[in-house]
């Protein structure tokens, strides 16, 4: 046991195969390069498509080609294949996809990129999903039927059973998986109508298991016969790159065994990870910061509040805001900050990567399939499909994992191709490296910009939007007529009824590495829309709900979702002294959310977040217990930004390192929190990031409600204890 | 400044014997020279709890406690978690469905672990107090408390 990295190859496929989150070693998923029926799979197996494989002992494996990082999705992609398979859940497992953007491509991206991102597992997938299930069962049956020698119509299946009542014959899916992969692939298959639904609707246990025992494998556990691990010097500034450095201390720590400078820095290799960190202290390196940013956050902030006075993009235009602006009586107008905010996933960024003949092969919680494969096969000069990627579990990402330029991949191929020998190399980013690691959700600034109508309701309303582009680095995001979604979504398509109204997107330039942040745009534009909404109300002398109410005509499923929210809530009902509410809507990814916050006075000018009423309306509730976690789950990470996180920087570098400057939401900090879910046969529509940016501007409201103070810059400090 | 010594120790309730660099933490000691991963990397500054494993009982922050700290005491991880209290623990967190992306909750168990272990009937501030040191990014805050909650219930019930 003591001996270092010393894991047969066996235990270390047991491993990776336990709770689901098995790797792809040695067989090919589908056995095909395309969706037609290849026959038997691998020892017996039944594979009809790329999603799904049965085997002799009655297990169904689906093949997930979306990143398990807590959201659900290898329980719900299970979900939809085993609905229409009729499988026994408890016999159905899931393992992660290669990658194969032919196969696997999210098909909210065109099928053309791979890679999970914008909550689109369950709405690309919940048609090929059911397709790949309803294609395996028709092939089951027709085995049965040809067996029997009976009409395919007659045969049933139940929870993973094929029978045939008339004449009392049943077989269990394994049975028939030989002779069900001889079937003809079918034509088009008919899926179940909503009430036929046995599995979707139920709270079924999650696939992601061995969770709660230590053994589920994520990257940062993977142990490889003589494998290294890694750690990275880079440049504190953004841009900066290696002058020089002198490793000769560095050499000298026992355990170490490379140092390499490589593009993106210097990197120390050793046996293991407090060798390598103990080497990497030891490394006296000069930067060459000549190409780098060397500004701050408040010397930033300066120059974007003077671009407000510049003519910014026109994101969205109604009627005409600069008239009505101009003609009505009172003008409200409110200056709204927000800070560059890292992700901070529980598991620090990592990857493992080995030469592998005249490829490599990679092994991490892979979000962004069809870029790291680019980027890997650019740093080698190889082609993308020598370049395999075996998707692990991800202990976190908010967004991070899916780089657009693939900077944490990049990283461990450079260093795998530096060094020489075919050894895998397992990158390990500190917790510093990771918090310092740049791609931050953007700094923005909004001013917001109304006057009301005789009757007290918007006349006219004008929207700012200040900050870097995230469309700037990603470059496969469309931008018709310059508009980038990610900055202005939430603001340029506002739910409510407003006459005049103009939203201006102003883009700043490309100082600071950044990218999106679970709920991208929503982040920010839903705090301001839906606070400066509050303050318009209460400039009208309105209830916060009746206002919004009487805006939202036009948008019924908003309307149903704040009616739920409020009416769960007791909004309207008299509260005891020192309690307050605020309330938020706001539609993301598809998905309408709707919370109520219940705070307390705590004394001293303080407030606590007892209750969150939540409402969402996210079609069809595939797994209503995944649902309400990731309710919870979003509510607790959004409140982080509202409350304590921000990064800033002073000459180019980042203040922040770890957990103690950079502070997140603790448990203690954590409300009670109610979770509604309207009733839809719609197709379904995202939950991971949804109800992220809906809690600060509910919290937000509270406070309003409770001070009569409206918090416009994040994150409102010392408020709530 | 670095040396090595040899530490014994009881692992999970077998000795072991373990040669290392007096400073490594012991987190570093479990995870990459006794293959125990179940504890987890975090912070490496006592920040998040991740890393808790139990000392003689004790949930400690593996990641800032140095190797030979654990000469001649014992230490269990999450690998080795096999009380009554544990098993009722692990029962709730899997009944409750806790987890989301699973990286902190090895940390967050042994913590509930420790405090259900003297405290048989926690409050919500106790909870709240002895499980603030565990940070989850996927914030399965209210779940955690009401698993500790549960399983407290299902102790009580014997
Ligand atoms: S890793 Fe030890 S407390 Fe975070
Ligand atoms: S479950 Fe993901 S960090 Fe806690």
Redesign the pocket.
């Known amino acids: 046991m003591s001996a270092f990295g010393k894991v047969n190859r066996r235990q270390f496929l047991r491993n990776l195969s336990y709770g689901g989150a098995g790797l792809m070693l040695g067989t090919s998923v589908a056995g095909c390069s395309t969706l037609r029926n290849s026959g038997a799979g691998p020892a017996g197996e039944f594979e009809p498509n790329a999603f799904v494989r049965v085997t002799p002992d009655d297990r169904v494996i689906v093949i997930s080609k979306h990143v398990e990082m ?1 959201q659900g999705a290898y329980t719900g992609l299970a979900t939809l294949v085993a609905e229409e398979l009729d499988a026994d859940w408890s016999r159905v497992a899931v393992e992660g996809a290669p990658a194969d953007t032919a196969r696997y491509g999210n098909l909210a991206w065109g099928g053309v990129r791979q890679g999970t991102g914008g909550s689109t597992a369950m709405r690309n997938a919940y048609q090929q999903m059911r397709e790949a299930g309803a294609t395996a069962r028709a092939m089951l049956v027709a085995a049965a039927a040809q067996l029997w020698q009976v009409p395919a119509s007659e045969v049933t299946v139940t929870a993973g059973v094929v029978s045939h009542h008339a004449s009392n014959r049943s077989a269990r899916f394994g049975e028939l998986a030989e002779l069900a992969a001889t079937q003809p692939l079918p034509g088009k298959v008919k899926l179940k109508q909503p009430q036929q639904f046995t599995l979707i609707g139920q709270s079924l246990p999650r696939k992601d298991s061995g969770k709660t025992t230590g053994q589920a494998q994520f990257t940062q556990d993977i142990q490889l016969p003589d494998m290294l691990t890694a750690v990275i010097a880079v440049s504190p500034k953004a841009g900066g790159v290696v002058h020089s450095f002198d490793a000769s201390a560095t050499r000298q720590v026992e355990g170490v065994v490379e140092v390499l400078q490589v593009p993106a820095g210097v990197a120390v290799l050793a046996r293991d990870y407090w060798s390598a960190q103990q080497g990497r202290k030891a490394l006296k390196i000069e930067w060459d910061n000549s190409g780098a940013f060397t500004g701050s956050s408040a010397s930033l902030l300066q120059s974007y509040h003077a671009e407000l006075e510049k003519p910014g993009v026109v994101a969205a235009k109604a009627g005409d805001a600069e008239a009505g602006l101009s003609a009505a009586g009172a003008v409200i107008d409110a200056h709204y900050e927000f800070p560059y905010l890292a992700h901070a ?2 598991e620090p960024l990592n990857c493992v990567m080995q030469k592998r003949g005249d490829g490599v092969e990679a092994w991490y919680g892979c979000q962004w399939q069809s870029g790291d494969q680019e980027t890997v096969a650019r740093v080698f000069g190889i082609d993308k499909q020598q370049v395999k990627i075996n998707m692990l579990l991800a ?2 990402s908010f967004g991070r994992r899916a780089n657009p330029v693939s900077d944490y991949v990049e990283q461990t191929a450079q260093i795998v191709k530096a060094y020489e020998p075919a050894v895998p190399i397992k990158l390990v980013w500190s917790r510093e490296d990771d918090m310092r690691g740049w791609y931050y959700r953007p700094m923005y600034v909004h001013r917001l910009t109304a006057t009301l109508g005789a009757d007290g309701y918007p006349l006219a309303w004008r929207h700012h939007i200040v900050g870097q582009s995230i469309a700037a680095v990603a470059s496969f995001i469309d931008t018709p007529n310059g508009v980038d979604r990610t900055t202005v979504e939430g603001a340029n398509n506002l739910p409510y009824g407003i006459p005049n109204l103009a939203v201006y997107q102003h883009t700043t330039p490309p100082v600071i590495p950044i990218q999106w942040w679970r709920s991208v745009g929503s982040t920010h534009t839903a705090y301001s829309t839906e606070t400066f909404l509050d303050e318009l109300a209460q400039a009208a002398g309105a209830d916060p709900v009746e206002y919004r109410r009487h805006l939202l005509q036009e948008s019924p499923r908003h309307l149903a979702v704040l009616n739920l929210a409020a009416e769960k809530a007791g909004w309207g009902s008299a509260l005891p002294a020192g309690v307050f509410r605020g309330v938020a809507v706001h539609e993301s990814f598809h998905s309408v959310v709707a919370q109520v916050a219940e705070i307390e006075d705590a004394g001293n000018g303080k407030y606590r977040l007892r209750k969150v009423v939540c409402a969402v309306d996210c079609g069809v509730a595939i797994n209503p217990d995944i649902i309400r976690a990731q309710m919870e789950g979003g509510i607790g990470f959004g409140l982080s930004p509202a409350l304590m996180s921000e990064i800033t920087l002073r000459d180019g570098e980042v203040e922040q390192s770890n957990f103690h400057d950079y502070q997140v939401l603790r448990i203690n900090q954590m409300p009670e929190v109610e979770v509604h879910i309207v009733p839809s046969a719609e197709p379904p529509t995202g939950v991971g990031e949804p109800a992220t940016p809906v809690i600060a501007p509910a919290l937000a409201n509270a406070l309003f409600a409770a001070t009569g103070k409206m918090p416009r810059k994040l994150p409102f400090k010392g408020l709530v204890v | 400044m670095e040396k090595t010594v040899d530490i014994e120790f009881t692992l999970n309730g077998k000795s072991q014997v373990l040669q290392a660099d007096e400073s490594m933490p012991l987190l570093w000691a479990l995870r990459d020279r006794l293959q125990l991963t179940g504890t987890k990397f975090g912070c490496g500054m006592a920040q998040c709890g991740a890393c808790t494993v139990h000392l003689d009982g004790t949930a400690i922050r593996s990641c800032v406690t140095p190797v030979a700290v654990v000469q001649g005491r014992s230490v269990t991880t999450i690998e080795g978690l096999e009380s009554g209290v544990a098993q009722a623990v692990q029962q709730s967190w899997d009944e409750l469905a806790v ?7 090895s940390g ?1 168990i042994m913590s509930a672990v420790a405090l259900l272990e003297i405290n048989p009937n926690p409050s919500d501030e106790q909870i709240d107090q002895s499980m603030s040191g565990n ?4 914030s ?1 805050y209210v779940r955690i408390r009401a698993a500790i909650k549960d399983a407290a219930g299902k102790l009580a019930k014997g």
């Open positions: 807590g996933a529980m202990g976190g | 987890v989301q992306c699973g990286y902190c909750q967050q940070i989850c990014r996927c399965t």
